[in-house]
Structures are given as C-alpha cells and as structure tokens.
C-alpha cells in the first residue's frame, strides 16, 4: 500500500482497488458508491478504457480533532 491506489490495466480494459479513511459519521456505502462512480466516469473519459471494477477499500475511520476541523476542506460526504 504504498499510495493507497492499484489498478490494473488490459488492452481494453482497468481494474481499480482504492484504499481509504473515511471521515467519522458518514455513511460508509454512501461514500464507496460515490467513489465508484466519479473514478469509473474519469478513467474511461480520461483513457477510452472499460473500468470493470473500482473496489473501495475501507481502511479505517477518521475522527476529526475539533481543533483543526474548521480549517479542513469538504470532502466527500
């Protein structure tokens, strides 16, 4: 896991795993699915390929320090 993405890559074809945290009190599914469709939808404008698969990975859980939150972008929510 070095940078918290694989894909594999076939003449015609991707095959995506992402690993991710997630920010403490979203909705887990809600986030994967998302995630899925924004990197399926720019892999294959970007490249022309079929992304078979985009695999999310959930690899922890994010609590935010209450110190720091205001100054942190949005993410995906």
Known sequence: ?????????????????LFVIVEFGV???DVASQI??????AIEGMTGLSVVEVNVHVQ??????????????????
């Open 60 to 77: 922890g859980v994010a609590f935010a320090n209450p110190e720091t939150k205001e100054e942190e972008p949005n993410r995906v929510r």
């Open 36 to 41: 899925q469709m924004n990197v399926k939808r």
């Open 27 to 29: 909705r887990i599914p």
């Open 1 to 17: 896991l070095s940078k918290g993405v694989k894909v594999e890559v076939g003449e015609k074809e991707a095959a995506v795993d």
